[in-house]
């Protein structure tokens, strides 16, 4: 769903049927419950960029609010754990690197293994 923001965010969640305004970021609900989201909060959140980026099914996102200094805005922090690896993940807009390793590109001229054929 859009957010406020106006990014895809499979988190989101908003209700306007029939005049209803409810919204709900469903990443920090489940994550930290005691945590108040407020729709501004989408606008620098990390997380539709990294839904875009990796849709890695083992790869569970939990989310905080952060508020560097007193005077600056609050922000959405993530960090991300891989259940198939049992690890955190360092990037998880790239995933822990189990299920997809880099891969090798060999460029050369390849030779005819039976000329004859
Ligand atoms: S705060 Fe982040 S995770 Fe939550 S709804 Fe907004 S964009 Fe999605």
Known sequence: MRTPAGKEC????????????????RLLQRSAPDQRWTADLCAACPVPDIARANSCEHQQLYASIKRNFPFLKRQVVVRAYCHKSQQEVNDP??????????LEFIIGVESDPD???
């Open 10 to 25: 499979p988190y989101f969640y908003g209700d306007y049927f029939r005049g209803r305004q409810q919204e709900e970021c």
């Open 93 to 102: 807009h790239i995933g822990c690197g189990q299920c997809h390793p880099n």
């Open 115 to 117: 000329p004859s054929a």
